[in-house]
């Protein structure tokens, strides 16, 4: 039998980034599954967790396997169970619904910087989870009426091809802008939609959070969403389709914190990247110059804020520092 390889840097690496975000995931999830006041949303929550924290303990013992030590993460002194409700109205389900769009990029991305079996079945196994728990939650907001669907259009009859150069700036000979195609249009509403969620988020984290410093770093996190909801739901109203909007996801009165500084920083964080991830995807695959340069700004606002959040929890003594290549 042949001897099972080493673990490479990078499989520790994928490993130790998954680790951290299992571990805030879970915490989150606790909070979360306590102050439910829905029967449905609350099953589906528990058993996410069960199943992620099989694969979270799986994690831990691959690493220790190698004589390394696992991440500190986030632990149970990162939650307050006996904080009141912070949010109401399904938010719970958008959110876990986002962090399971988040999960599934980085699996991707992780299985593909796997070489070992054990390393490419766990992240094979997670994705299958996170793919099964984003159709739960999806089809949970669809029908609650929490989310609604994107806007139908008439089916084209034809194919056709572009001929004129012009179709890339986004006007015509008259200085007008030639309508959304479906693919910009998708990553348009997609922003809309996940922004008001992080806003919303925002909102309850500034609320509670009792770190001055922290609450002006979220309080510049929610007005960034809003300036990119703002801008981007003016593009698809120029175009007479309506944005995209939640019901759900009010914030309570609440002012005690569900969670530590150190977690909400770090899904700030999480966020962040995502964020700057979809902004640069979008920007590659439209063909509207405006929206090109839109997404674009967008990113570099993303990325200065994101690269100020990480100073600051730096300066905190809350971002655990990633394993060195040290051959």
Known sequence: ??????MSSSELGALWLTYHKKSMILRMLEYFIEKSDDQEARDLMSELWNQLYS???EMKTLIENEGAIAPDGFSKEDVNLEAPKLWDNGFDIMFCRILKEISMSMYVLHLTMSYRQDIIKLYRDITEITEAFYGYF???????????RPTYIMMPKSTDYITDKDYLKGTNILGDKRPLNTIEFGYLYHVVETNITGMQLMMGFIQTTKDEEVKKYLTKGKELSKEIISETSDILLEN???PPATPGGTVTN??????SEKLMMYCNYLLSG????GGAFSAGFSLRNDLIAKNTIFSKDIFQYQLNGTKLMIDKGWFEEP?????
């Not at 995502?274 to 991830?277: L, P, T």
């Open 138 to 148: 999806t089809q949970y907001l669809l029908d609650k009426n929490l989310y609604t």
């Open 240 to 242: 007479n389709i309506q």
């Open 254 to 259: 609440s002012t005690m914190a569900p969670f």
């Open 55 to 57: 694969k979270f303990i």
């Open 323 to 327: 394993p060195k290549m040290d051959l």
């Open 1 to 6: 039998m042949l001897e099972k390889p080493k």
């Open 274 to 277: 995502f964020a700057i991830g």
